[in-house]
């Protein structure tokens, strides 16, 4: 036996955790991310101190579960961090994080501290008092955005914990943000562990395969298609699928159209390379899909951009074949089954709407790419593809080439940062209009090239997130491309990038104001109302951002042109040191559009001329829509 407080014992098991797949190992949890308070420093802050526990200090407990969840993304989910606050405000700051994690499918150990178990000093410091019961604390808000969460009351309790803790964040069906909330008197209390808790563990990531009468019905859909598409997800990625994915294109000449969290699972320019898909997508990977016979989704849980609001896979009798190692997400059908008389579904399009394969991404694509043996798309096929694409590819160009005046469009921007950055460096991205414009226009290179967090996409994910990449890929450049919106939001964590000296390049595009949700409004009928930055009187405001991220301990290039930002963003590159590019856009020039729609209800009734007009086209383009089986 072993005599450490319940702190210490968390700590040092912590430690002796590790992750498996296919025979690399890796410690599970690398570190931890903290901000100390009464709740947490004599507990677990003292206990990291004496274990020799890797910890960094942030500046904001949201912002240090972006950087575990950029962190956890890089590493393919075999790694994570786990974050410690104190209660009260530090608890409820880690929400947001911890619904973006969630949502993502991405691995994150939150350790808040919590009021006393015991309850002998109630109420204490922070807490919230309910008059409903005693056991309620502000952790609780952590439950329904958190996959597996516990309360450590007694010292007993914790080894259970720990050991559901790792299940959860080990399973990539069920991955996300996991919480064990520590009261902080029971952080101190010592107890006698089994030496058992403490040897080194290992847990074992697998790759189950796909159940072969589901596989044979997957093939037997594929094969009967003369129109197939592939909508490549995160889950090709984080499986480490994309040489199977290229190898299952080349076979079969399939076209890959790739999701935000998919984008890179192919090269750029490959022959079967669609591009981007849905309402930020490609108008090649937007045809394709609108005339697809079979959509094979690999690794996606197609999200209302990925299928344009159940708009894009139009074609009557559609059928889907989804590949996930999520049973949750194997059986999401995108659109209905083709109706017969009435508008009735008849019986067999019902059963054969739609094929569940259960699996690993890459495991599921070596068994199905077996299955159907040397089946290939038509020679017409593929020379569709070629000349859809060869067309966007030409779009492509001039918008990064728009030479617009007096101020660059973003487009020109998001060239330029691609044209400076190396194939294996990668960008990070997570809010506002450049989102969108990087999903259809960005060209990657490699499978850990793009990173856009657009399944929460929050605003302030980008610089906190872009260094949880680089902790994770110190051998990579990272470059961090915020809107002023998302930098006001949460620009601290250069400082943490300063504190740690890891070097990141942020590009950080002014547009005086929210750019997307401008544009958004502006087609809703609401006329951009409180979309710009102006004071009072309609005025600029005075804020310099540039010398705010100067304070923050960054070294600053300004760009007025486009040739100015591509010589301050080689500067940036070749110094060693976190630098901001501040650069002015054009916040009126758009990116080439994607010719899908995206549902955002108008309002029904109104005086406004401009919102009546609004709600005409969309009473119009609603009607695309397609019901969800």
């Known amino acids: 036996m072993t005599r450490l407080t319940v702190a210490q014992a968390a700590v040092r098991f912590l430690g002796r955790q590790w992750s498996e797949r296919d025979g690399e190992r890796h410690h599970l949890i690398s570190g931890c991310f903290g ?3 009464h709740g947490n420093v004599a507990g677990i802050g003292q206990a990291l101190l004496e274990e020799g526990f890797p910890y960094h200090m942030a500046r904001n407990e949201q912002a240090m579960v972006h950087t575990a969840v950029g962190y956890a993304r890089q590493h393919d989910r075999l790694r994570a961090y786990a974050c410690t606050t104190s209660i009260g405000p530090g608890a409820t700051n880690l929400v947001t994080g911890a619904a973006l994690a969630t949502v993502n499918r991405l691995p994150v150990l939150l350790l808040p501290g919590d009021v006393f178990a ?5 109420p204490v410091l922070q807490e919230l008092e309910d008059a409903r019961s005693y056991d309620v604390s502000v952790n609780d808000c952590l439950k329904p955005v958190s996959k597996y969460w516990d309360r450590i009351n007694r010292p007993e309790q914790l080894p259970a914990a720990l050991l559901a803790a790792m299940r959860v964040l080990t399973d990539p069906a069920e991955t996300g943000a996991v919480t064990l909330a520590l009261p902080q008197d029971v952080q101190a209390e010592a107890h ?3 030496d058992e808790l403490f040897e080194e563990r290992v847990w074992h990531v697998g790759r189950p395969v796909p159940e072969p009468a589901a596989l044979a019905r997957a093939a037997a859909l594929l094969t009967a298609a003369e129109r197939p598409l592939i909508v490549a997800g995160g889950g090709v990625i984080y499986s480490g699928a994309t040489d199977e994915l290229r190898a299952f294109a080349e076979q079969t000449g399939v076209p890959v159209a790739e999701t935000q969290a998919g984008k890179g699972s192919l090269a750029w320019d490959h022959p079967c390379a669609a591009g981007a898909i849905g309402a930020t997508g490609s108008t090649a990977a937007n045809a394709l899909a609108r005339e697809a016979d079979v959509v094979l989704g690999i690794g996606t849980r197609y999200s209302d951009f990925t299928t344009a609001s159940r708009s894009l896979f139009a074609r009557p009798g559609v059928r889907f074949v989804n590949l996930n190692i999520a049973a949750f997400d194997a059986a999401k059908i995108p659109a209905e089954p083709a109706r017969g008389a009435w508008g009735v579904v008849p019986p067999r399009a019902i059963e054969h709407a739609g094929e569940s394969l259960v699996a690993d991404a890459r495991a599921g694509l070596a068994a199905l790419r077996d299955a159907i043996g040397d089946w290939t798309v038509p020679d017409s096929y593929r020379e569709e593809t070629r000349v859809l694409t060869a067309r966007w590819n030409a779009t492509v160009d001039h918008a990064y080439a728009l030479g617009n005046s007096p101020l660059p469009a973003q487009s020109e921007i998001l060239g330029i940062v691609n044209e400076v950055s190396e194939p ?29 967090e657009y399944g929460y996409s929050c605003m302030g994910y980008e610089i906190a997130g872009g260094l949880g990449v680089k902790l994770a890929a110190p051998d990579r450049d990272v470059f961090v491309l915020v809107g002023d919106g998302s930098y006001l939001m949460m620009a601290q964590e250069l400082v943490t990038a300063v504190a740690e000296g890891v070097k990141l390049i942020v590009v950080l595009v002014n547009n005086h104001g929210y750019a997307s949700i401008g544009g958004l409004s502006e087609s809703v009928g609401s006329q951009r109302l409180g979309t710009a930055y102006r004071d009072h009187d309609g005025g600029a405001l005075p804020v310099d ?3 705010n991220a ?10 007025g042109t486009v040739a100015e930002f591509r010589a301050a963003l080689q500067r940036a590159k070749e110094s060693p040191r976190t630098t901001v590019v501040h650069v002015e856009t054009d916040p009126l020039v758009s990116a080439p559009g994607s010719e899908a729609w995206w549902d955002v209800p108008v309002a029904e009734v109104s005086a406004l001329e401009t919102t009546r007009q609004a709600r005409a086209r969309y009473d119009k383009e609603r009607h695309a829509r397609r019901s969800h089986l």
Request: with cysteine.
């Open 35 to 37: 901000i100390f308070g």
């Open 118 to 122: 015991t309850r002998s000093a109630n």
């Open 192 to 194: 006698d562990w089994p």
């Open 424 to 452: 294996r460096d990668v960008v990070v991205c997570a809010a506002g209009s450049m989102p969108g414009d990087l999903h259809k226009l960005w060209r990657a290179r490699d499978p850990k090239g793009y990173h856009v």
């Open 545 to 547: 951002l540039a010398a």
């Open 550 to 559: 100067a304070s923050l301990g960054a070294d600053v290039e300004r760009a």
